[in-house]
Each structure stands twice: as structure tokens, then as C-alpha cells.
């Protein structure tokens, strides 16, 4: 286990359709977030799982969005119905529990929705 | 909205001067990071400074904080090349919603 992994690294879609991203965190961590960053931003907190448990999911963007850790190991993001807007980065990032520490990022999913 | 506003927005520099970017934050902090990012890349952990602390170094790197300011300043000596990319701070914040929270970064160009 070299890092967190993101799948796949990149993906274009058409408006309307529902994308979905996996996440496969380092595995000693229980923490375990996702972010979205646009073209010269910073990142831009979405949600949180301490294990399988979805602590924070106020921060997602919209209904369209929704993220699942089923088993407390990967985890999924989906988006429904994209809009164009959408188009961006999407980070995952574990921690350690306690999550005071620092976060391990994976290399990103990039979304075009055309 | 973002936590932290780092400032410059964008630096150009000879390879082997010195990089200085600021950061402030808004609200308490258990602690402060810096993250590097390489153009359309994931984010990399650079250096962690907890609220207690005033200055922190790890290799060409210095931070440091004030927290009476709310801000604080990454430092990197004798700049290379390969040092460039977009630099980030990041707060966990001491009450309230427990998650790491970015600024809008620095945009370091060093030029060879």
C-alpha cells in the first residue's frame, strides 16, 4: 500500500449522465474526505467518513452528490444528472483517526462534463 | 467559503532566492499545514505547525505562525526549479466542524 489511490484519473461525460469515483484510502486510516477544486482554487471540502460513518455531508454540493464507505475501506462519489459546472477535480485525502494530523491526498479525479 | 488567503496569489523568482508566502486564516486553529501541488497533480504534505507553536522548520523550509494575527509564512531558501508549483496552508480549526480547510494558494514559478 503505497498511498491513496483514486480510479480513474480521468473522466468525460455528457451532461446528464451519473459518474461515480473510487477511493482507496492508506489503509491504517479511519479518516477518510473527499474535495472538489476548480481551475485555480483551492480545494473545497465536501464530506468526511470516520470509518463507515459519514460525519460531515452538509458541505456536499448538492443533491446530485452523494458518498458512500460501505465498509469502512474505499470509498465512492457519485454524482447524478451532471451539469457542466460540475467539470473540476475531485480529491480524496485519509488521515489518521482523530484526524488532527496530516491528510495524505491521492492524485485526483478529473471531471469534464461536456 | 475557503478558511485561508494566502498572498501573493503568484510569485516568480530566480532559482536560488528565497520564497516568502503569507497565509491568514479567520477563526481558532489546533494547527496549520502546508501543501505543495504540482500542476494538475494531488496535494502533498509539506510541514504541520500546531497552535502552540511559534516556528517550525524541515529542511529549506521555515514556517511560522501567529496566531494573535491569525497568519503565518512559509519560507523556502535557496529556491530550485523543481520547487515550483502551487502552494497551499490549510487549518484545522479548534471548535466547530473537525476538517481540514484550504486557502486559494500561492502560485511559486522559480525560474532557472
Not at chain 2, 532566492?17 to 486564516?25: D, P, V
Not at chain 2, 503565518?72 to 531558501?77: K, R
Given at each position: 500500500d503505497t498511498g491513496v489511490s483514486q480510479d480513474p484519473r480521468h473522466k468525460i461525460t455528457k451532461r446528464g449522465q451519473n459518474v461515480t469515483f473510487r477511493c482507496d484510502p492508506i489503509s491504517e486510516h479511519n479518516r477518510l474526505y473527499w474535495y472538489r477544486q476548480t481551475l485555480g482554487q483551492g480545494p473545497e471540502f465536501l464530506t468526511y467518513f470516520q470509518n463507515e460513518a459519514q460525519l460531515e455531508k452538509s458541505r456536499l454540493l448538492s443533491d446530485r452528490f452523494s458518498a458512500e464507505r460501505p465498509k469502512g475501506s474505499f470509498s465512492t462519489l457519485e454524482i447524478q444528472r451532471t451539469e457542466q459546472g460540475d467539470s473540476a477535480m475531485y480529491l480524496c485525502a485519509s488521515s489518521f483517526q482523530g484526524g488532527m494530523t496530516e491528510a495524505f491526498f491521492g492524485q485526483g479525479t478529473r471531471l469534464t462534463v461536456v | 467559503s475557503q478558511q485561508g488567503e494566502e498572498d501573493p496569489q503568484a510569485?516568480?523568482?530566480?532559482?536560488?532566492?528565497?520564497?516568502?508566502?503569507?497565509?491568514?486564516?479567520?477563526t481558532s486553529i489546533n494547527n496549520l499545514q502546508w501543501y505543495r501541488q504540482n500542476s494538475g497533480r494531488g496535494l502533498v504534505h509539506l510541514i504541520l505547525i500546531r497552535s502552540n507553536e511559534r516556528e517550525k522548520h524541515s529542511g529549506r523550509l521555515r514556517v511560522t505562525l501567529d496566531t494573535s494575527k491569525k497568519s503565518?509564512?512559509?519560507?523556502?531558501?535557496a529556491s530550485r526549479a523543481a520547487d515550483t508549483a502551487s502552494y497551499f496552508c490549510a487549518t484545522w480549526g479548534s471548535t466547530g466542524a473537525n476538517n481540514l480547510f484550504f486557502g486559494t494558494g500561492t502560485r511559486l514559478t522559480v525560474i532557472p
Open positions: - | 510569485l516568480s523568482i530566480q532559482e536560488g532566492e528565497n520564497a516568502t508566502m503569507n497565509c491568514s486564516y479567520k503565518s509564512s512559509l519560507l523556502i531558501t
